[in-house]
């Protein structure tokens, strides 16, 4: 099994960021892809970000630019910096780790843009 424990997240002015992080612990397989992403109220899940542990990364179109992934795997841990925060950035953000046999998830934070 693999937990995901979030942090980070919160409430911040358009134009302004915040940083997420992930740390995962258990039974973690050296090759793995963990990412972000993002759900509203009565919307799908939508890919935010994500990254191989080789360090290979793809981002959704809306945030290339703003939002940047990076990881430690040495600590299992990976980050989204969000930069230029805009309002339909708001949802709660999950954390998201796939391996062979397993793709699990965290509890979410919730991240809102607004004046």
């Known amino acids: 099994q693999v937990q995901l424990v979030e942090s980070g997240g919160g409430l911040v002015q358009p134009g302004g960021s915040l940083s997420l992080s992930c740390a995962a612990s258990?039974?973690?397989?050296?090759?793995?892809?963990m990412g972000w992403y993002r759900q509203d109220p009565g919307k799908q899940r939508e890919l935010v970000a994500r990254?191989?542990?080789?360090?290979?990364?793809n981002y959704a179109d809306s945030v290339k630019g703003r939002f940047t992934i990076s990881r430690d795997n040495a600590r299992n841990t990976v980050y989204l910096q969000m930069n230029s925060l805009k309002p339909e950035d708001t949802a709660v953000y999950y954390c998201?780790?796939?391996?062979?046999?397993?793709?699990?998830w965290g509890q979410g934070t919730q991240v809102t843009v607004s004046s």
């Open positions: 998201n780790l796939r391996q062979l046999y397993g793709d699990y």
């Open positions: 258990g039974s973690i397989f050296s090759f793995n892809t």
């Open positions: 990254i191989v542990n080789s360090g290979s990364t």
